[in-house]
């Protein structure tokens, strides 16, 4: 067997979530070392796109609006290709009644989207870090903090530091990862509650050879009552190529069954009619079933409240460890601009942290 890795470093950042990644390009544009670890084959976390297509469809994130500044710049900033999301025409509506066509397009408001994927956003940050900075298949199993030092404990390695950031829901961190000491009480009955944004959550994208809803003067918008999808968009490329809709299906209730393709196609049908039955390429992606997203039983966690909770900007474990995901945003917390709210925050901290102390005397 191959000898464990004891590597040393400023700062220790668990998640290659786009959380993560924008701390460690703060951390390392500063000149700190820092060792991303990545349970996980692959950078994104909840961005995640497919490969298939000429366009990268979304499973995980997908918009992002104009009056959030951070990703806006961070877009820009990284040279990446968006585009507007497609939002004319009418919206359909769905209850235990049936269907109905509003005039016009209540549902959405103008947002935005990557040209190649919202994954793209995390891959880029992940290939411009320094060489050996971002670890993939490092699940961190224990964290432990002594006076002197914090480590990360992964199946290959000890991964030492000044400071560690955490940048993974919270409730999945207290459920995956033994602390030592113990988190205070009251920290852990927060992380234990704090829900995840999306977690419960089932994401269908369906592909179509066009976009026929348009030609029938539908937005690819729908609210539906009845379910499986309690809402239906648009995701169609820049001029509809290539053409397709997605939706959301909430699992309200534990264990409930995941969406089944038949229900969801049906549903599609009623809504936009017979060619909607009919998708090139079909996805269902339920989050509650990815093991480094979501903790078991995370449809029970409902206390949207706690996001951004104050304890989440005061370090802990003697003031080495800090937060980073976007639960823990006090603005636009589960959006990827929470995540970036958060990821600065907690940078800005560690950095304060490796400043020298300010002299004391002052000549004003
Ligand atoms: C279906 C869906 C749709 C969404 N739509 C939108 C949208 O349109 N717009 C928007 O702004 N936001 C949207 N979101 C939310 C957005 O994806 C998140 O806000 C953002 O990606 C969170 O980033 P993060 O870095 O905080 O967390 P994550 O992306 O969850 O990153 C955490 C990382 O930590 C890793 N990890 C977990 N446990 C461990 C461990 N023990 N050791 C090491 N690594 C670990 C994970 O693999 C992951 O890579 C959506 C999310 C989903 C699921």
């Known amino acids: ?43 994104g976390g909840r961005l995640l796109s497919t490969s298939e297509s000429s366009i990268r469809l979304d499973l995980g994130a997908t918009w992002f609006w104009p ?48 040209l190649n994927g919202a994954q793209e956003l995390a891959q880029v940050i992940a290939k ?10 490092q699940p961190v199993s224990r964290i432990l903090a002594t006076r002197d030092e914090i480590q990360a404990h992964t199946p290959s390695g000890i991964f030492t530091a000044d400071n560690l950031i955490l940048a ?29 944004w999306m977690g419960a959550i089932t994401k269908v994208v369906a592909q179509y050879s066009e976009p026929f809803w348009r030609s029938d003067g539908l937005s690819g918008s729908a609210i539906s009552y009845v379910g499986p999808m309690r809402e239906i968009h648009d995701m169609s490329g820049p001029e509809g190529d290539p053409a397709a809709l997605f939706g959301f299906a909430p699992s309200m209730t534990v264990g409930e069954p995941t969406v089944t393709a ?46 951004g909770h104050s304890l989440y900007a005061t370090p802990a474990l003697g003031g080495r460890l800090h937060w980073a995901s976007t639960e823990t945003a006090t603005e636009n917390p589960g959006h990827i601009e929470g995540a970036l709210a958060a990821a600065i925050r907690a940078a800005n901290a560690v950095i304060k942290e490796t400043e020298p102390p300010m002299s004391t005397s002052s000549s004003s």
């Not at 400023?10 to 990545?38: F, N, P, Y």
């Not at 320094?130 to 993939?136: D, I, M």
């Not at 459920?175 to 829900?195: A, C, D, H, R």
């Open 168 to 196: 993974v829901p919270p409730a999945l961190a207290v459920s995956s990862i033994k602390f030592n000491p113990v988190l205070p009480g009251k920290l852990f009955e927060l992380s234990k509650n704090t829900p995840v």
């Open 67 to 114: 009056n959030e500044p951070r990703i806006t710049e961070l877009i820009k900033d990284l040279g990446l290709a968006s585009f507007p999301q497609y939002i004319s025409g009418d919206a359909m509506y769905e209850t235990t009644e049936g269907t109905q066509r509003l005039v016009g397009n209540p549902i959405d408001v103008p947002s935005g989207r990557f």
């Open 128 to 137: 411009e870090l320094p060489s050996g900075v971002v670890r993939f298949d």
């Open 1 to 43: 067997m191959a000898e464990p890795d004891n590597v040393s470093v400023d700062v220790v950042v668990v998640g290659a979530g786009i959380g993560g990644l924008a701390a460690a390009r703060k951390l390392c544009a500063q000149g700190l070392s820092v060792a991303v670890l990545e349970a996980r084959d692959r950078a």
């Open 262 to 307: 038949e229900k969801v196609l049906d549903q599609m049908s009623a809504l936009f009619g017979p060619n909607a039955a009919k998708p090139e390429q079909f996805f269902i992606s339920d989050w509650r079933q990815e093991r480094f997203t979501s903790p078991p039983g995370v449809e029970r966690l409902n206390s949207y409240e706690l996001f």
